[in-house]
């Protein structure tokens, strides 16, 4: 019975032992060509496309946009007006709740240490200081 899968099986390493395994024959080679291309069209795909936006891409409301008063209190966070953050053609000027004007250079030289060290930098201890609360 098992004969002719020993027969194979002889078959096979002698097409190894001669190099002529090497020699793929042509319609098995169009089949690996289709597959080769079937997987390169699952590949790009619309579901394997990742999202266009951006993970750095943080969406600011609106409404932190237009200021009428120094602070107000929304989305339960009391947010202070730091006119530090603006940019070219979007904002000038940006509500903010994890600082105040007056605290914004200490929050941003805060901001690089965390950059710093989310990018696995060593930092030094000094750099910890301004952390309270
Ligand atoms: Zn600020």
């Given at each position: 019975m098992c004969e002719e899968l020993i027969a194979a099986h002889t078959k096979f390493n002698n097409m190894i032992e001669d190099k002529t395994?090497?020699?793929?024959?042509p319609c098995d080679a169009r089949i690996m060509a289709l597959t080769t291309k079937l997987e390169q069209l699952e590949m790009t795909r619309p579901a394997a496309i990742k999202p266009a936006?951006?993970?750095?891409e943080v969406h600011i409301a609106d409404w932190r946009k237009k200021?009428?008063?120094?602070k107000k209190d929304m989305e339960e966070k009391t947010w202070h007006l730091c006119k530090q953050h603006k940019t070219k053609d979007d904002y000038d000027g940006l509500y903010v709740s994890l600082h105040t004007p007056k605290t914004h250079d200490k929050w941003e030289k805060n901001k690089k240490v965390c950059k710093a060290k989310s990018k696995g930098k060593a930092v030094d201890s000094s750099a910890s200081e301004g952390a309270t609360k």
């Open positions: 395994w090497r020699k793929v024959d936006a951006g993970r750095n200021f009428d008063c120094e």
